[in-house]
């Protein structure tokens, strides 16, 4: 049974997402009741965590290995732990996730496109589609290739997607990454230089702070466009916020409100946010 300490860890993490566990169904676990759920027999270095459960589209439960899926976000790690703050069932496969109100967002989008966005993290999908932006996730940056020929994309996102493109529901993809993965100019590096030292060289000029999330965003969106015919796909990244002091910070993290929204018609190729995080961001269309 989760304690107080532990429920309070898990309503301020979702808050910060702009969510509640009713939304999300998020599930808070003690030590015990996580082990037993992830198939681990020694304890974590973290106080507890809660659950986060997959749907399919028709909001049935996920099945993987005979049972819901479902993953796992740990509370109150221990200091100085590297071990990451999300887990899955031992065993389980990589799914799509894709939110409860998706279909509602869907039908209703505050875009003016048929668009459905892509990013990573569930919670990112879970309040992006509370804001009124279809949004699905995969729960990492290279979890979207098939389990069995990496060089394809995978069945679950397909699967997905081609209803939706061939019952003309969506007539765009776009893959939405976080920040550290938007490439800056010199002009727009943070000034404080330890934050600075952590870019990298990119190209023509660029630098970004994860290689990996700048690549990642248009490898997946390319596999899209070679999967699926006639659907038309763009990648981008979440813009940072930058500060003169802590540098460029994930918005898309830390508020479900400062999700672009997509203006105009597609060849437009760009984002619009709300006034209090008033960037442009361009897509790079494929």
Not at 32 to 52: D, F, H, M, T, W
Not at 92 to 117: C, G, Q, W
């Amino acid at each position: 049974m989760a304690d107080e300490v532990l429920l309070s860890f898990m309503h301020d993490d979702l808050a910060h997402s702009g969510l509640t566990a009713e939304e999300l169904k998020a599930e808070p676990l003690g030590m015990p009741a996580l082990k037993q759920r992830i198939g681990l027999e020694n304890a974590l270095p973290c106080r507890g965590g809660y659950s986060i459960p997959y749907f399919n589209y028709d909001g049935s439960p996920l099945i993987d290995s005979g049972i819901p899926y479902e993953r796992f976000r740990l509370l109150d790690i221990e200091p100085g732990n590297e071990i990451g703050k999300y887990l899955s069932p031992a065993g389980s496969k990589a799914h799509l996730y894709i939110p409860e109100r998706f279909h509602m967002a869907l039908m209703n989008s505050r875009l003016d496109t048929k668009v459905v966005v892509i990013t990573e993290g569930e919670k990112k999908a879970a309040a992006a589609c509370k804001a009124g932006i279809p949004c699905v996730a995969i729960p990492g940056i290279t979890m979207y290739r098939d389990s069995e020929d990496r060089d394809k994309l995978s069945k679950e996102i397909r699967n997905f997607l081609v209803p939706l493109n061939d019952s003309m529901q969506i007539f765009y993809v776009v893959v939405m990454f976080d920040s550290d993965g938007y490439p800056v100019s010199t002009k727009q590096m943070p000034s404080d230089e330890e934050e600075a030292a952590k870019y990298e060289p990119l190209n023509k000029g660029k630098k970004v702070r994860n290689r990996d999330v700048f690549n990642q965003a248009f490898r997946f969106a390319n596999l899209i466009k070679q999967s699926i015919a006639g659907l038309r796909v763009a990648y981008t990244w979440c813009y940072p916020a930058f500060s003169t002091t802590t540098g460029p910070k994930c918005a898309f993290r830390r508020s479900w409100a400062v999700i672009p929204l997509i203006v105009g018609t597609p060849e437009k190729r760009t984002f619009w946010s709300p006034p209090f995080y008033p960037q442009v961001v361009t897509m790079r269309q494929l």
